[in-house]
């Protein structure tokens, strides 16, 4: 439940981001410009909570940019980030009619607001959901495999379920997942596709678990970049990989042993 409402809570704050952005670029496209592309950013809501209209904006004055970074938790990088800030409002952009910017300040003023609190709550759940996974029995064994870490650890369990009997086979398990592919043959061809049906959330999960398993595991690099060369599409190779560590996870748990690298990937592999 907690894995759920914590990704819920991701969404519900990119829904609010987008509405910003949207904001933002109907009257204050400088602001878009300063801030880039990380808008639900601690430093970004300081500064429009700040600045919410492009006058305001061209008012701030370098030191007002830095007490806001500051005050947001910024250290590094200070001064060069409070120049590009500030130069960036300061530019000249296109006006709207002051009623029509005294309404988007609203509109700014609430959605700064609303982000700043589900800021709080992602945090304040995700730590709730970090101490609740790291009691589970089956925490360090799914720790153990690269690209897992708490919060996707965390969701990968809650998808599948703790359950030991659950799943018969690592086929089964992979079924279930979504990242087994379905063939599907005529008197014409024969064509391999995505599962459609499927755990939507699981299937996220492990797609993401694949990409970070790339840095994390040599042996996982070499299986996506062996489905590269072989003519697949990025999204199609990590699709494979996340295959291949369900299985991987699935023989873990059955044998309630930790993951290890020589093991999961021999490092001969024989041909397909």
Sequence with gaps: MLARAHQNLIWSRQRHVNALRSALREFYPGALVALGAQLAAPEALAVLELAPTPEQGRRLTRAAVRRALVGAGRRRNLRARVVAVHDALAAPQLAALAPIEAAYR????????????????????????????????????????????????????????DDPDRYATAKGRKAFAGTAPVTRSSGLRTVVVARAACNQRLVDACYLWAFAALTASPGARRCYDAHRARGASHHQALRALGNRLVGILH??????????????WPAAEPAA
């Design 251 to 264: 023989g873990c748990l059955a044998r309630r042993v930790a993951y290890q690298e020589q093991l999961a």
């Design 106 to 161: 609203e509109v700014v003023g609430a959605l700064v607001a609303m982000l700043g609190c589900l800021n709080q709550q992602v945090a304040a759940l995700e730590e709730q959901l970090a101490a609740r996974f790291a009691v589970h029995p089956d925490a360090a064994i799914l720790r153990s495999l690269p690209g897992l870490g708490m919060v996707l650890g965390a969701r990968v369990l809650a998808e599948f379920g």
